[in-house]
């Protein structure tokens, strides 16, 4: 039964991300493109937890911490770039 | 608002707590050598950044700040089940508006929990404290500080921001003591 | 036992699945930034918490071993996403973003983006405010 419960929320994040790309490519504005890479990489960290899950293997785990870390410091410099035109003044 | 830590060794005691627990959860063990490393990490690394950081006001009622911590995380349930509905419905319904609450804090610290606290809570985020005062010498009177908040269906705006300041400021200024 | 937890690990697993879907309809569906913000950071944070729940019981679920360290992501998430909304919002107002017509409080939106852009300018002559 597990099985496909963890492949209908594959399906599921899958489609999210779907629609994240579409916001990405629509625009209209610089924020609304950030805010979908932002959710983008919640997302994916998403689909590498149940990779971890199918694959019954505990390791995935670092890989998905190490690219929370990464998104929310990129989330934060691109952000920081747009308002003041420097990231570190 | 006390800002001078108790102990000289141990200047952020719950921060070196929280240190400590994720040290044990990153190694998912609590076995001697990770307790006896987690307890040295957790207490050396706020001992070195402390004199890099400025004074930060201490928690001054521990058992409020948890009972805040578990109050806080059951309304990010019960608003993100809102906010999902929200998105569901239809949304010509919505009523999106702007509001600025008056904040009666004054440092810096509280200020940023309360933010963050309003932005995961009740339908709202929010988007700017205004007027800085990082230009201000020590003695200049402070301004009358604004939070801007942007809210996703207003229904009253009266009791939101009576909402914001008695269930959420009220408790950080009781933690805080300022 | 076994069979307990089976169904706990689904429930979380579509409850979690089903947040994240609503936060990324949210970010489609919404007319304006402001409002399209709301789905991302709410919505997307409890279904990631949902989620990773859902795992902790999975790895939980042999006798011998506890898997606790999926807390470590979601209380990441929750610390952070409130900051990363902030940043969003305070560059959308930097850049004049319009909002929908029915929005109430437009002089506190005026009010806003004032103070973000002049922000913005802050670094070079912090004097003359």
Known sequence: MLSYVIFSVFGMISLALLLNLWRLMRGPSLPDRILALDTMYINSIALIILYGLLMGSPLYFEAALLIAMIGFISTVAVCKFLLRGDIIE | ?178 | ?129
């Open chain 3, 1 to 129: 036992m076994q069979n307990w937890m089976e169904w706990a690990v689904a429930f979380f697993l579509l409850l979690g699945g089903c947040f994240v879907l609503i936060g990324s309809i949210g970010l489609v569906r919404m007319p304006d930034f402001f409002t399209r913000l709301h789905g991302p950071t709410k919505a997307t944070t409890l279904g990631m918490g949902g989620i990773l729940l859902g795992s902790i019981f999975y790895f939980s679920m042999s006798p011998e071993t506890l898997s606790v360290h999926e807390m470590l992501i979601t209380i990441f998430l929750l610390i952070t996403a409130p900051v990363s909304a902030h940043m969003l919002i305070k560059t959308a107002l930097h850049h004049r973003l319009k909002a929908v017509e029915h929005t109430q409080g437009e002089q506190e939106l005026k009010r806003g983006q004032a103070f973000a852009s002049k922000e913005g300018n802050r670094s070079e002559t912090p004097e003359d405010q």
């Open chain 2, 1 to 178: 608002m006390n800002m001078i830590p108790r102990f000289k060794w141990l200047p952020t005691p719950y921060r070196s707590l929280l240190l400590f627990i994720v040290w044990l959860l990153l190694n998912q063990s609590a076995a001697f050598i990770h307790l006896f490393f987690g307890a040295f990490l957790a207490i050396t690394i706020p001992w070195i950044c402390y004199r890099l950081r400025d004074p930060q006001p201490l928690i001054q009622r521990p058992l409020l700040t948890l009972r805040y911590l578990l109050r806080v995380f059951a309304d990010i349930v019960t608003a993100n089940a809102e906010v999902a509905l929200l998105i569901l419905g239809p949304i010509k319904r919505l009523r999106p508006a702007f509001v600025r609450v008056p904040l009666d804090l004054q440092h810096n610290l509280p200020l940023t929990i309360l933010a963050g606290t309003v932005s995961m809570t009740p339908g709202t985020v929010s988007a700017d404290i205004y007027p800085t005062v990082e230009h201000l010498g020590p003695d200049d009177p402070l301004p009358q500080r604004w939070l801007l908040i942007h809210v996703l269906d207003l229904e009253d705006e009266a009791a939101l921001i009576a909402t914001i300041k008695s269930r959420y400021e009220a408790p950080l200024k009781e933690i805080f003591q300022c």
